[in-house]
């Protein structure tokens, strides 16, 4: 039985740091791609950074230069690092597994950036 169980979502004031998780389990962790996507009230999901299954990054132009993502094959979980954070970045936070046809979605993790 997949999942994906994200955590490290909060409260932060602008300026700060939050460190997402998400832990995998039930399939292969260390072959997929891993994301991150956000959705804020009223928008679309989108993507906020992926990670191959071969360490190689991408990042969404809002994000770039704030956000790290990283994985650990060993521990099956994927990171966020975020950075000085800002108003516009409060959303659900989704972690995604994904190999060609395949995607899984974990239940997300809330993060609000608000003084």
């Known amino acids: 039985q997949v999942q994906l169980v994200e955590s490290g979502g909060g409260l932060v004031q602008p300026g700060g740091s939050l460190r997402l998780s998400c832990a995998a389990s039930?399939?292969?962790?260390?072959?997929?791609?891993m994301g991150w996507y956000r959705q804020a009230p009223g928008k679309q999901r989108e993507l906020v950074a992926v990670?191959?299954?071969?360490?190689?990054?991408n990042y969404s132009d809002s994000v770039k230069g704030r956000f790290t993502i990283s994985r650990d094959n060993a521990k099956n979980t994927v990171y966020l690092q975020m950075n000085s954070l800002k108003p516009e970045d409060t959303a659900v936070y989704y972690c995604?597994?994904?190999?060609?046809?395949?995607?899984?979605w974990g239940q997300g993790t809330q993060v609000t950036v608000s003084s």
């Open positions: 039930g399939f292969i962790f260390s072959i997929y791609a």
């Open positions: 995604n597994a994904k190999l060609r046809a395949r995607s899984y």
């Open positions: 990670i191959t299954s071969g360490g190689s990054t």
